[in-house]
Nanobody
């Protein structure tokens, strides 16, 4: 049974918006951060954003700053990725992941190998 579940992916026109959800309600372990990654066909998985569990601090990759926003609903145990001004190059499968290493650290948790649990992903296609 997957402990993280993404949803919200869809086909959208350039300039459009989508909101992705990462349902962590079945995730029973403490975690340091929830991250968003994406993987386009033929490309490596790349970090998009993350949000820290303790203080809610958010971090973003340069290519999404000003367009994407990560937020959370603590009561629903859900993390959101609001994506605005979407571009064709944003087309990818988007994954959320949990980092369960509780050791405090500075800055973003932005490497895939820092994350321990992954969802199956949700497909975002930006095309006219």
């Amino acid at each position: 049974q997957l402990q993280l579940a993404e949803s919200g992916g869809d086909l959208v026109h350039p300039g459009g918006s989508l909101r992705l959800s990462c349902d962590a309600s079945r995730f029973t372990r403490e975690y340091y951060a929830i991250g968003w990654f994406r993987q386009a066909p033929g490309k490596e998985r790349e970090w998009v954003s993350c949000i820290n569990s303790e203080d809610g601090d958010t971090y973003y990759a340069d290519f999404v700053k000003g367009r994407f926003t990560t937020s959370r609903d603590v009561t629903k145990k859900t993390v959101y990725l609001q994506m605005n001004s979407l571009k064709p190059e944003d087309t990818a499968i988007y994954f959320c992941a949990a980092d369960i290493d509780l050791l405090p650290r500075a800055g973003a948790t932005d490497l895939p190998n820092e994350y321990d649990y992954w969802g199956k992903g949700t497909l975002v296609t930006v095309s006219s």
